[in-house]
């Protein structure tokens, strides 16, 4: 019995091809919302979570979602982009225009020797607190942010958006969000495409 209903699925598959995925959690979401139907009772017979249906309808809607995406994303980028400006600024003073003069004259008055001075000063860190200054504002401004919008739901929104579009590209709709984060860290964007459907895998 086991194995026909593996051969049946396995069929239906072959039947279905990239669609299958689609179906299948298509089917699994109808089947959870008709659960939900019949198991919650409201007194007042309203339909609960007007609000988020709303805004539901809103967000991925053909006219609206677009625009209220993209400028999402530009908000975002430029709070990123122009916001970090001041703490970076504020960093690099810190930590280079004072921090470095200080730390140089402090291996000098210990009479530690120029090679070791330029090594530990000169070298590491100043690298690492060019690094800082340039590379921590951002980080912290986006990656936050990035988390909100996943936290409030915006996120799969998007994914949804854009997934006609990226389908025809061979692509998912989930990789919008992947290379989103690649402008925070092409680190963390690539370790992200994990979350990636592929059709194609078993």
């Known amino acids: 019995m086991k194995n026909e209903i593996l051969e049946a699925a396995r069929n239906i598959r072959i039947e279905q091809g990239e669609s299958f995925h689609d179906n299948l959690v298509e089917s699994i979401y109808s089947e959870a919302a ?3 139907k019949n198991a919650v009772k409201f007194g007042d017979g309203k339909t609960a979570f007007k609000l988020d249906t709303k805004i539901d309808k ?3 809607s053909r006219i609206f ?4 995406m ?19 600024g504020w960093l690099a003073t810190l930590l280079v225009d004072w921090g470095h003069p200080w730390l140089k004259g402090a291996m000098d008055t210990i009479g530690a020797p120029w090679w070791l001075s330029g090594a530990l000063i000169d070298g ?3 690298a690492g607190a060019w690094v800082i200054s ?12 990035f988390t909100l919008l996943e936290d409030f739901g915006y996120l799969p929104r998007v994914a949804f958006n854009l997934d006609g579009i990226f389908r025809k590209a061979g692509a998912h709709g989930k990789q919008a969000l992947t290379m989103s984060m690649g402008f925070g860290c092409n680190a963390a964007g690539v370790v ?3 979350i990636i459907d592929s059709p194609g895998k078993d």
């Open 58 to 60: 809103l967000v991925t």
């Open 65 to 68: 979602g677009f625009p209220l």
């Open 192 to 194: 992200a495409t994990r």
């Open 134 to 145: 340039v590379m921590l504002p951002p980080m912290m401004i986006f990656f936050p942010l």
């Open 34 to 36: 008709d659960i939900a």
């Open 124 to 126: 590491a860190y100043l």
């Open 70 to 88: 993209f400028l999402m994303l530009a908000v975002i980028f430029w709070l990123t982009i122009i916001g970090a400006n001041y703490p970076s």
